[in-house]
């Protein structure tokens, strides 16, 4: 029976193994802007980079009960922000999400997100043949203007 056992976490070690070596996307640099009370809504951002032509097509949260996919982008002459299905990942190319493009936009706060915190994000990817891969991610929750102003001076950004 002890064989048997070692034999079953053996290969159950080496499947993870396979799973964490083939993971076609990456995912760098998550971050979620701080929030001050009352605020219902804040972004997240992050760089992705994928293996071979994929998608963003999902996102969900246990801390947060909304998370879309948004971009902002010239309407008429107004820069306008608007959820979007999913998002391209061209092979070996890096899509960064952040303040005045593309983000995530976390709905629906229940509580004021501060510096410090950290958020959980599962993204989950496709790739061409329609296979899904999920991934986890650990957003660390950064200062109101310090966060966007490090990333692109974007600090006077706002949903």
Do not use: C
């Amino acid at each position: 029976m002890r064989l048997i056992t070692s034999s079953l976490i053996a290969l159950g070690l080496g499947s993870a193994l396979l799973a964490s070596a083939s993971a076609q996307v990456t995912v760098k640099d998550a971050w979620v802007r701080a929030t001050v009370p009352q605020q219902k809504a804040t972004g997240a951002f992050m760089q992705l980079s994928a293996a071979k032509d994929s998608r963003l097509v999902s996102v969900s949260s246990s801390a947060v009960p909304i998370v879309e996919l948004h971009e902002m982008a010239m309407d008429n002459h107004v820069m306008k922000m608007r959820q979007i299905p999913a998002l391209e990942l061209p092979a070996g190319k890096s899509v960064e999400l952040k303040p005045g493009g593309y983000h995530l936009m976390l709905m629906d706060l229940k509580q004021q997100v501060k510096v410090g915190d950290t958020l959980p994000l599962t993204l989950v990817f496709e790739d061409k043949a329609g296979k899904r891969e999920t991934v986890e991610v650990k957003a660390a929750v950064r200062a109101l203007g310090a966060a966007a102003a490090k990333h692109d001076g974007h600090s006077e950004h706002k949903h």
